[in-house]
């Protein structure tokens, strides 16, 4: 493996991420022992703040089709997140972006031979 191709791979999320920088913070309870093995979030825990920028999109969900539609707002449009690899993104996380609350979907690792070089996520809104 070249550390040179990584290092650019990853320097290429960093810069479709300085194209449209968001900073976000995200809160999360310390998770601790259930007692059996596993773990859960600490109920009377302080939540732990974690700062990151990021680019939130809002794009084509795919390449368009050649069938005819009216004119109008276009529906095939979804929100993503887009994060470097050192982000610490999971599924559930909630995010706050133009006065609304997005919840994180499933994390999806971007890879380059075989290394992470960034994330990305669909945002929902949460109810």
Do not use: C
């Amino acid at each position: 493996m070249d550390r040179g191709q990584l290092a650019q791979a990853r320097a290429g999320v960093s810069a479709k991420i300085k194209l449209d920088p968001t900073s976000i913070i995200i809160s999360r309870l310390r998770m601790i022992s259930d007692g059996f093995g596993g773990l859960v979030q600490d109920p009377t825990g302080t939540p732990i703040e974690y700062r990151y920028t990021v680019r939130i999109s809002h794009d084509s969900k795919g390449p368009a089709d050649l069938s005819t539609s009216p004119n109008g707002f276009s529906t095939n449009l979804f929100r993503y997140v887009l994060a470097d690899h050192t982000t610490d993104l999971q599924e559930g996380d909630r995010i706050a972006w133009q006065s609304k609350i997005f919840a994180v979907g499933p994390v999806d690792p971007l890879t380059y031979m075989s290394k992470v070089i960034g994330y990305q996520a669909p945002l929902k809104e949460a109810v």
